[in-house]
């Protein structure tokens, strides 16, 4: 079975940690490159969770590398909590994109 690993900053790896998620704490910048490249050459690595400031930290043609990847899937998460609900519904929306490759689009009505 594929494992699932955060990328994570200092600040919330414990939360992570705390949630059972197997954490690796990086800073931003080099790395976070050299961490990402050591997840991508793991076969057992299905999904790498990555925050966004970590991510928006990398350069254009190393995020569209890892973004092409068939495996894992590197998946940018936010780095705190949005309270606007249109921002809420963009990042669920684009994360579904990105795990199975299709843009739906969610209801008006609810949550």
């Known amino acids: 079975m594929a494992r699932l690993v955060a990328l994570i900053g200092p600040a919330l790896a414990d939360g992570f940690r705390l949630s059972g998620v197997?954490?690796?704490v990086v800073r931003s910048g080099p790395e976070t490159v050299g961490s990402l490249r050591e997840l991508a050459a793991d076969e057992e690595i299905g999904l790498v969770?990555?925050?966004?400031?970590?991510?928006?930290?990398?350069?254009?043609?190393?995020?569209?590398?890892?973004e092409g990847l068939a495996r894992p899937i590197v998946l940018?998460?936010?780095a705190g909590a949005p309270t606007d609900?249109?921002?809420r519904r963009e990042l669920v929306v684009e994360?579904?994109?990105?795990?199975?490759?299709?843009?739906i689009q969610l209801?008006?009505?609810?949550?």
């Open 22 to 24: 197997a954490t690796i």
């Open 49 to 66: 969770l990555v925050t966004a400031d970590l991510w928006a930290a990398l350069d254009d043609r190393t995020r569209d590398r890892f």
């Open 76 to 78: 940018v998460i936010p």
């Open 85 to 87: 609900l249109a921002t």
């Open 95 to 103: 994360m579904l994109r990105r795990a199975i490759g299709y843009r």
């Open 107 to 111: 209801g008006e009505g609810g949550s």
